[in-house]
């Protein structure tokens, strides 16, 4: 049930962008972006409602592939602050699954 | 303060032993829920809770014990702690069943 990232771990230089995928082998009805840096808690960055759907924060957006049953979050100029794993989650039937996390960290 | 607080944030157990972690949330949100962190497995759902007095097991529920008497609070109980049970516990909470999650700061148990 837990959906799949990849790739599971990236090193950028600032300013370079970067992709994380997210897919299930189930029916994707929504998909949550959070991340979580080292010794913190998860935190939330969007929810994909729909098909189609796109949303942006800053310089990070994501979209979401209702048949493919994927989301991809998209980091563009990355920051040193952007450093950290990201999860993707997913709700699939009356229950919630975290992907397997991708560690993403930025180098000056 | 305003948020979701855990209590404690370092525990340290016998094997055996009961232990009970705390969460609490002041947003009157209605959906809580109890995550464990383990290096290799990532987040996984232990318990949760659509309101008060409700309460439904996730994917790992096996050892736990959830109670939910009052819309802020949701602890969870380790009815006799095991080695396996060494985590970082993460409680979070959510107004709606589509809107993100808020997490605590998590408690990091160790079970000796």
């Known amino acids: 049930q837990q959906p799949v990232q990849s790739p599971q771990a990236v090193i950028l230089r600032e300013g370079e962008d970067a992709v994380i995928n997210c897919s299930s082998s189930k029916a994707l009805y929504s998909v949550h972006w959070y991340r979580q840096k080292h010794g913190e808690a998860p935190v939330f960055l969007m929810i994909l409602l729909k098909g189609g759907e796109q949303k942006g924060h800053d310089k990070i957006s994501a979209s979401f592939n209702e048949k493919k049953q994927q989301s991809s979050l998209y980091l563009t100029a990355s920051q040193l602050s952007y450093s950290g794993t990201y999860f993707c989650g997913t709700e699939v039937g009356n229950q919630f699954y975290f992907g397997t996390g991708t560690s993403l960290t930025v180098i000056p | 303060d305003a948020g979701i607080t855990q209590s404690p944030r370092y525990k340290i157990t016998e094997t055996g032993r009961q232990v009970t972690l705390m969460c609490h949330q002041t947003w009157s949100h209605s959906y809580m829920f109890w995550y464990r962190q383990d290096l290799g497995h990532g987040l996984r759902l232990i318990y949760y809770s659509a309101a008060a007095d409700i309460t439904d097991k996730g994917e790992v529920p096996d050892g736990y014990v959830v109670s939910r008497s009052k819309t802020e609070n949701f602890p969870l109980t380790l009815e006799s702690a095991t080695r396996s049970q060494t985590s970082v516990y993460f409680c979070?909470?959510?107004?709606?069943?589509?809107?993100?999650?808020?997490f605590g700061s998590g408690t990091r148990l160790t079970v000796v």
């Open positions: 979070a909470s959510s107004g709606q069943v589509y809107y993100g999650y808020t």
